[in-house]
């Protein structure tokens, strides 16, 4: 509707007309002046700005803008002369003379101004200013004739209605708000690929049309809308106008507008000359046949549910909406409009459409793929055949906002709920029969993967053990299931005279009453889905489970091994136990369970035990529950009696914590709403469980040893009541317990009483509780009361944090003070029970050696160390006997070992082979030991070298260690020898290192440990940099550890292996390697019948690791540089010596393969050197031109990445990639064609990633 002049004068008689005059005097500038240099215009508050109404430059002039600068001033006044002579006046005083003879004078007033031309006539006459111009309401209607979209802004802002034509912000209004409450912009906007900036690029590069596609037509155009909107993009906004009907005219304008065709399908616009108009056409995705068109992404989980979470939804409100919307805006949008006609999709209108979606709406997603049979299972639910199916799917993919979304293999529907109650007035009695009878069965069926071994059951699709159906099918169904016990009657239940909670609790009850150990794990990754689908019918199946002594459920309470991680079987029903658990009518029968099931020991260290979710139900500062921590608390004192030591843990969960807890939510309910808000926990209600569950553990005495174990642990925390009580039951226990048993526990509370020093030295209650606890429990006999001293090599102990000065003494006097505590401790048990006892004593305990340690020091007398010696030759051979006697041996090795061996001798304590035998083999590993041992004859030295593990230090004389060394390598120990050194390899010589690595090539030792890559190749370096061996020889000694030196996929430690400069040098050791890997292509056979295969599996896998880590072109010098001569030479000959052995397919595989890797490694801007760019660039290299991309792709290796980030890694690498086929276009035109064949290929990928993650995304975040 066009201004008025009439109506712009009544404008100016309204006070908000001051404000706006200048937004639209800039507005009308923007859309009609196509120049523009700089525009100010202040308004709104603005207008009461110090200074200038407005200023403009233009490097054009246009019928209302001069060229050059322009001064603006305006005024509402009723009498236009006299503001304008007051403006001009005070405009003239204040800028100079020069800027005034380049600069024109503007007065504007939305008023008719009969006298305009006597002004103007006077004014210019002056010539004080380059020109003088002035506007009233007649030329502003004339002005907003040229600029639609300001007219349309302006009659926004007059209440003047123009249906056909809206603004962008008008748009969005009348869009937005018909839910409540309106529509944040964010979730419109923010998308997964933010397209964004895209869209504003394309916008202005003014291009003529511009599609962009969405779920539906009216989110595309949305999109737009609010990208403008949010960006502030008013360079565009002022140009912008949303046409909604066939009615709409676009008036030709000087500067280019955009207009956002909101019209269905085969609705045409009159868009007039459309030379200056750039269209945005919105579709929805189904519109294949469009090009260039931009696809808007899904929004985000977090995106979604923070874009709701700003609308005022509760996170719990947001998280559900998103997931039952499938993360859709037009699905939401209905969701929350209260307009019915909103609520229902266009598509639901036409009961043909409707019809079509039925078997979709039951199934919820399905997979076209040969291995499963859900396209069949769909067929059986919606009665058709498959070319129907096909059709039908096709059609709705093509409706606007289409109830389904097709993303690779997987078809979907977006809210399975809103299809349900779109198809619910069609749906038939005998359909929903058909469901009923066809979801047990194919839940139930007897997962084939069940015929692997556990560690397989990861890769039973691979093995051909997959279920018949998909797991996004069974996904469906279990949503289905709970859709229609929730809301089936609403749907077509009460229509059809049909209980579809009865029947969908039937079906669970079917699959899980009486359900053996297969059943269950069958069933295991549906127990989500049958939780919610029927509470009652899940709960009473698991408790008639429990009562049984040996139920058939302990089949999914363990773990599986293989793939990366393995598998948890308990996770799906822990988590339907923990959705279950926020309706109070639960609670309690669901916390009964968990009880119940903790009985089955979990060993793993998966977290997601019945343990850890017994405790989050109760867990008060993060709650689990709708139910309040009062009511709680008394369902945990009923259940005490009968799970004594589960709802002790979980009491013990409950109590004060001194350093902060980690603990992620439980799983909320995914289609049952909570009746009732969850509790916001308060500081008192934490104090408050705390003390109810130091109280309740101690309402559960009398304990025995394990439960009594488990709370001692936990005493530093209980309430200072409940700790007196606990005094008195250790007191009580301790009466009748023997003093292991008494240790035991002592050596907790002790570890205990280190805590409470830390956490307040100043409760005298607590130190004496604990004082009395540990009296009670000290033990009479000495070798109880002293065995926790030698329970570890680091002890931390009261006594060492309790003094004055409040600091913890130095390791040193620690580790002094601790010595002397254990010399006393087991010099007291020799006094009074005998050296014997004390041996005793010494060999039961944890680590014998800390016992060696206190008895033996270096200062002791051999005498007396020969007299530990004989005691511990008198006992029985064991474990604890020879680290006892290692442990004495080397404290007498830093003094004075012949000693001792000498008075040995002379007692005659090694009168027996066997005691010389196991004297020699506790023999230290360091010169004093070994030259003991040479001097106990041949045979007992021989024994030595056997067994011994040698300690060799920077301060050891290069002579012993020579010596060492070859010890071993005599004994055949080359393994041993190589541990024992490689940390100093210069201690030895090269030739000596040669022997060591020749002999464990050779299989000596082969029950050693094999040395690591690093270390392997820090002594090859080091050989290698010593130049005393050929280059052949290197090449030798690398072959025999080529897997271990390539192990990451090449020799990764900055120096390139003998084996790979020989490749690069021979063309015929290139081809001898592919013979070795590869059958020849013809066929024929090389090898004898009887040829030996474990030499054969050996060279070929030799073969594999060498080809697999050369990333050395051939013809390189050593400084980097490839000889282009040399190269093309090597490839030649090496493709005609390939060809000869019918190998040549795999030789340029494999060049192709070792470019690609070289590439890998290199600058983009330096992709290939330049020779192997001129060598693929050849017609007769094709063949290693053609397979650049597989090389490409392996050398990429494995990838990681975020759950939702989809393709975004190989689109950025196909970018690169038609960035350098556009770099090498006109002078490598065949390689550049070959570049983008890659870019192709990693769209695709990325495409596949995209489809994948937004799947996962949109309805399984």
Not at 805 to 819: S, T
Request: glycine content about 4%.
């Amino acid at each position: 509707m066009p201004i008025k002049e009439i109506t712009i004068t009544q404008w100016a008689d309204h006070h908000e007309c001051r404000d706006h005059l200048p937004i639209l005097i800039r507005r009308l500038i923007r859309e009609t002046t196509p120049s523009i240099l700089s525009l100010r215009f202040p308004g709104n508050e603005a207008v009461d700005l110090a200074g200038l109404d407005g200023q403009v430059e233009s490097e054009s002039s246009t019928a209302m803008v001069p060229q050059g600068r322009s001064i603006w001033e305006m005024g509402c006044n009723q009498n236009p002369s006299e503001k304008a002579d007051s403006d001009y006046i005070k405009r003239t005083a204040g800028i100079p003379e020069v800027e005034r003879k380049a600069a024109s004078f503007i007065f504007v007033t939305p008023r008719r101004w009969n006298k305009k031309e006597n002004w103007l006539e006077e004014r210019r006459r002056e010539k004080s200013w380059a020109n003088v111009h002035a506007y009233d309401a007649i030329d502003l209607e004339t002005w907003l004739e040229e600029a639609p979209v300001t007219s349309r802004w302006l009659g926004e802002l007059l209440g003047l209605a123009c249906p056909s034509l809206l603004t962008p912000q008008e748009w969005w209004n009348r869009w937005a708000t018909v839910t409540d409450p309106p529509l944040a912009t964010s979730l419109v906007t923010i998308r997964r690929h933010d397209e964004r900036q895209t869209l504003l690029e394309r916008l202005r590069k003014e291009e003529s049309v511009i599609p962009v596609m969405a779920d539906d037509r009216q989110e595309a155009a949305a999109f737009v809308v609010a990208t403008l909107l949010e960006s502030n993009a008013v360079d565009l906004i002022d140009r912008t106008l949303v046409a909604t009907s066939a009615s709409a005219r676009i008036t030709s304008n000087p500067t280019h507008l955009l207009i956002i065709a909101d019209v269905p399908a085969g609705v045409d616009l009159d868009f007039g000359d459309r030379r200056k108009i750039t269209v945005v056409r919105p579709y929805p995705k189904g519109r294949f046949e469009v090009d260039n068109a931009l696809h808007i992404s899904h929004v985000s989980t977090e995106t979604f549910r923070s874009g709701l979470e700003s609308m005022g939804f509760s996170q719990d409100e947001a998280a559900r909406n998103a997931l039952q919307t499938g993360h859709s805006v037009p699905v939401l949008r209905r969701l929350l409009s209260r307009d019915p006609e909103i609520r229902r999709p266009v598509w639901a209108r036409n009961r043909t459409s409707v019809k079509r979606l039925l078997p979709f709406a039951l199934a919820g997603a399905w997979v076209e793929e040969s291995s499963f049979d859900d396209s069949s299972i769909l067929e059986l639910l919606g009665e058709v055949d498959a070319e129907t199916l096909k059709r039908n799917r096709d059609d709705l993919l093509a409706l606007d906002d289409a109830p389904i979304a097709k993303y690779g293999r997987v078809t979907k529907v977006v809210s399975q709920l809103d299809a349900f109650f779109a198809v619910g007035p069609f749906i038939e009695r005998n359909d929903l029969e058909r469901f009923f009878q066809l979801v047990p069965e194919l839940l139930g069926e007897r997962d084939p993967a069940l015929d692997l071994p556990q560690e397989q059951w990861w890769m039973a699709q691979v093995l051909g053990k997959s279920p018949s159906c998909s797991k996004e099918l069974f996904s469906g169904f279990g949503d289905a299931l709970c859709i229609l016990a929730m809301h089936g009657g609403i749907i077509c239940g009460d229509r059809l005279g049909v209980n579809c909670a009865h029947h969908v609790g039937f079906i669970v009850r079917s699959l899980m009453h009486n359900a053996n150990e297969d059943r269950w794990l069958t069933i295991r990754r549906h127990l989500r889905a049958l939780a919610e689908a029927s509470p009652e019918e899940f709960l009473t199946c698991l408790e008639e489970e429990l009562l049984q002594p040996n139920p058939p459920i302990r089949a999914i309470m363990g773990t599986t091994n293989g793939g990366i991680s393995g598998e948890c079987l308990r996770t799906d029903l822990l988590w339907a136990l923990e959705m279950l658990a926020w309706h109070p009518e639960y609670f309690s029968r669901v916390a009964q369970i968990i009880f119940g099931l903790c009985r089955f020991e979990t060993k793993d260290n998966w977290t997601n035990t019945p343990k850890s979710t017994a405790q989050s139900l109760f867990r008060v500062w993060l709650p689990g529950t709708t139910l309040g921590i009062d009511a709680r608390m008394v369902v945990l004192c009923d259940l005490a009696e009968r799970f004594r030591k589960p709802i002790i843990n979980v009491c013990i969960s409950l109590l004060p914590q001194y350093m902060g807890q980690l603990a992620i939510k439980n799983l909320r309910p995914e289609w049952r709403t909570l009746k009732v808000e969850v509790p916001v926990p308060t500081p008192g209600d934490v104090m408050l469980a705390a003390t109810e569950a130091s109280r309740l553990i101690l309402d559960l005495c009398p304990f025995d040893k394990s439960e009594l174990k488990v709370v001692l642990k936990a005493a530093t925390r209980l309430h200072s009541n409940d700790l007196i009580r606990l005094v008195e039951e250790v007191q009580r226990w301790a009466m009748s317990a023997d003093d292991e048993e008494k240790a035991e526990l002592r050596s907790d509370v002790r570890l205990n009483g280190v805590q409470r020093v830390y956490q307040d030295k100043n409760d005298v209650s607590q130190a004496m509780a604990f004082l009395q606890i540990e009296s009670a429990l000290e033990p009479v006999e000495l070798t109880a009361r002293h065995r926790w001293l030698f329970d570890s090599h680091y002890i931390d102990w009261r006594v060492f944090n309790e003094d004055e000065n409040e600091e913890k003494p130095p390791f040193k006097e620690r580790a002094a003070c601790l010595q002397q505590r254990r010399q006393d401790a087991i010099a007291e048990i020799a006094h009074y029970q005998g050296k014997e006892q004390a041996l005793r004593f010494a060999l039961a305990v944890t680590f014998p050696e800390i016992a060696a340690q206190a008895l033996v020091q270096p200062d002791t007398y051999p005498s007396n160390i020969a007299e530990w010696i004989s005691l511990v030759l008198a006992e029985a051979p064991s474990t604890a006997a020879d680290a006892f006697l290692r442990q004495v041996l080397l404290t007498s090795a830093w003094n004075n070992l012949p000693a001792v061996v000498t008075v040995l001798n002379e007692r005659l304590v090694l009168d027996s082979f066997d005691k010389q035998q196991r004297f020699v083999k506790a023999l230290p590993g360091i010169p004093s030991g070994w030259r003991v041992a040479e001097t106990m004859g041949e045979e007992l030295a021989a024994i030595y070298w056997n067994t011994v593990s040698l300690s060799i230090w920077d301060d050891t004389p290069i002579d012993e260690v020579r010596f060492g060394i070859k010890k071993f390598l005599e004994a055949k120990r080359p393994r041993s020898a190589f541990v024992a050194v490689h940390d100093l390899p210069d201690r030895i010589s090269p030739d000596l290192w040669e022997h060591i690595l020749q002999g464990i090539a050779q299989g000596d030792e082969p029950e050693g440990l094999l040395p690591s890559s690093y270390a392997l190749d820090e002594i090859l370096q080091y050989i290698e940099k010593a130049g005393c061996i050929s280059e052949n020889q290197l090449m030798q000694l690398e072959i025999p550890f080529i897997s271990a030196l390539c192990s990451g996929g090449q020799s990764g430690f900055g120096r390139i292996l003998a084996v790979h400069r020989e490749l690069s040098r021979n063309p015929e050791s290139f081809v001898q390697l592919l013979t070795w890997l590869y059958q020849r292509k013809d066929g024929a056979n090389e090898f004898d019948a009887d040829s030996d295969v474990e030499q054969k599996k050996f060279l070929a896998d030799m073969a594999f690791y060498v080809l697999e880590s050369w990333n050395l072109i051939p013809g390189s010098h050593t400084d980097g540089e490839v000889d282009p001569d040399k190269l093309v030479a090597w490839v030649e000959q090496t493709l005609h010596s390939a060809a000869e052995v019918s190998r040549k397919e795999v030789a340029e595989v494999h060049l192709a393969e070792l470019f690609g890797r070289v590439a890998r490694h290199r600058s983009w801007d330096q992709w290939l050197p330049v020779c192997v760019l001129d060598l693929l660039n050849r017609p007769e290299y094709g063949g290693i031109l053609r397979r650049l991309g597989l090389g490409v792709h392996n050398a990429r290796g494995t990838t990681s990445r975020y759950p939702f980030d989809g393709g975004a890694q190989e689109r950025a690498l196909a970018g690169e990639y038609r960035n350098l086929a556009v770099k090498y276009g006109t002078i490598y035109p065949r390689i550049s064609a070959q570049l983008i064949v890659i870019a192709e290929s990693y769209e695709h990928d990325a495409r596949r990633h995209d489809e994948e993650a937004a799947i996962d995304e949109r309805w399984h975040p």
